[in-house]
């Protein structure tokens, strides 16, 4: 079993940006892929960022290639997206997932664990 904590969503005008952490409980966190989704009001939860997990491969919507990253430390068993450039359109519902898949997923069905989800607003 794994508990997911995301933490650092908030608000920020255009052009600013977060950096969000995701702490996971138990001791095998290095085993997970992980990865972050987002829902933004009125639409389906989409794929944001993945990473392996060694942390060597890293994947993205092409909605945010060049503006966000993902990492990992694997001995702080947590997950970061630093965030830069943020638009309107990056508000949502920003969740941490884990999943067995050591590469990682674009596929929320193949995510095993979820957390409870931090607010982003980017206001204009």
């Known amino acids: 079993q794994v508990q997911l904590v995301e933490s650092g969503g908030g608000l920020v005008q255009a052009g600013g940006s977060l950096k969000l952490s995701c702490v996971a409980s138990?001791?095998?966190?290095?085993?997970?892929?992980m990865g972050w989704f987002r829902q933004a009001p009125g639409k389906e939860r989409e794929f944001v960022a993945g990473?392996?997990?060694?942390?060597?491969?890293?994947y993205y919507a092409d909605s945010v290639k060049g503006r966000f990253a993902i990492s990992r430390d694997n001995a702080k068993n947590t997950v970061y997206l630093r965030m830069i450039s943020l638009k309107p359109e990056d508000t949502a519902v920003y969740y941490c997932?884990?999943?067995?898949?050591?590469?990682?997923?674009?596929?929320?069905?193949?995510?095993?664990?979820w957390g409870q989800g931090t607010q982003v607003t980017v206001s204009s």
């Open positions: 997932a884990a999943t067995l898949y050591s590469t990682s997923s674009y596929y929320q069905r193949s995510y095993d664990y």
């Open positions: 138990g001791r095998t966190f290095s085993s997970y892929g």
């Open positions: 990473i392996s997990s060694n942390g060597v491969s890293t």
